[in-house]
């Protein structure tokens, strides 16, 4: 088999994407957990009297908390497969790939399982996150100038 | 009004990601990741700051908003005493979302069971 004919193969089986539609449902499902992230802002401070600052953390609390409850629920799995980059990349996605990481490894046990494999899948966004914050903090102090 | 720029910061932010990962053999783990540097990056120009003004809450629930603290803590210290402000503030503004994912998922896995 030439190389040609493989990737005619290859293309003939990779499931066909409807693009339209994932695009509007990530755009309408991260909307509204955009909105609903402004509203829950303003409802805090609105209730708990408290800065805008502090409101955006319980914001933020509040939504990691939920979509952990969903995940280790079980439902979630089935909603982001459908919906994808609309809930993967709000800070939903960071809250249910650490939860779902320490729901399946907790079997192998608290430390080689649960301990080892908790930052499986969010490893990668702290450690570039920190790695990137590190080098554009240095070339903001040393080379733009603070 | 910011409820409608809320809507539709965080509706474009992830149809970018959506974009990227249909188009290309990326998996959310890279997408995610590209989004963290991108919000450090916009952050550490202070564009992100006028981002958080015009869109509010619509910009900070997409992960670039995880890059844009991380930078800001490390900035906010890293002005009184240099390099090693950088290091001290990193994670003084985002300790709050990191924490509370690290506790709720152990509680959670302890009290729940994994369904499939």
């Given at each position: 088999m030439t190389n040609k004919e493989y990737s005619n193969l290859v293309k003939k089986h990779t499931p066909k994407v409807n693009h339209i539609k994932s695009m509007s449902l990530a755009f309408f499902v991260g909307g509204f957990i955009g909105l609903a992230g402004q509203f829950l802002i303003d409802f805090y401070v609105k209730i708990l009297n408290v800065s805008i600052s502090n409101a955006s953390t319980y914001m933020i609390v509040t939504l990691i908390f939920i979509s952990s409850l969903f995940t280790a629920l079980g439902f979630f799995d089935k909603i982001i497969e459908k919906v994808r980059c609309g809930i993967i990349i709000p800070i939903t996605g960071f809250a249910h790939a650490m939860t779902s990481a320490a729901l399946e490894y907790r079997k192998e046990g608290f430390v080689l399982g649960l301990g080892s494999n908790i930052?499986?899948?969010?490893g990668s966004v702290i450690l570039y996150g920190v790695i990137s914050a590190y080098i554009f903090g240095l070339i903001r102090l040393f080379v733009i100038g603070a | 009004m910011i409820y409608f720029n809320s809507f539709v910061f965080c509706g474009f932010v992830c149809l970018i990601g959506q974009l990227i990962l249909d188009n290309t053999k990326l998996t959310p783990g890279h997408v995610t990741t590209l989004f963290v540097i991108l919000g450090a990056f916009l952050d550490s120009f202070g564009i992100y700051d006028l981002i958080i003004d015009i869109f509010g809450g619509g910009a900070l629930v997409p992960i670039t908003s995880f890059g844009h603290s991380l930078v800001h803590g490390a900035l906010l210290s890293g002005i009184n005493s240099g390099v090693m402000g950088l290091v001290v503030g990193m994670?003084?503004?985002?300790s709050a979302g990191i924490i509370s994912a690290i506790i709720i998922a152990f509680f959670f896995s302890l009290i729940f069971e994994p369904k499939n």
């Open positions: 930052f499986k899948l969010t | 994670f003084s503004l985002t």
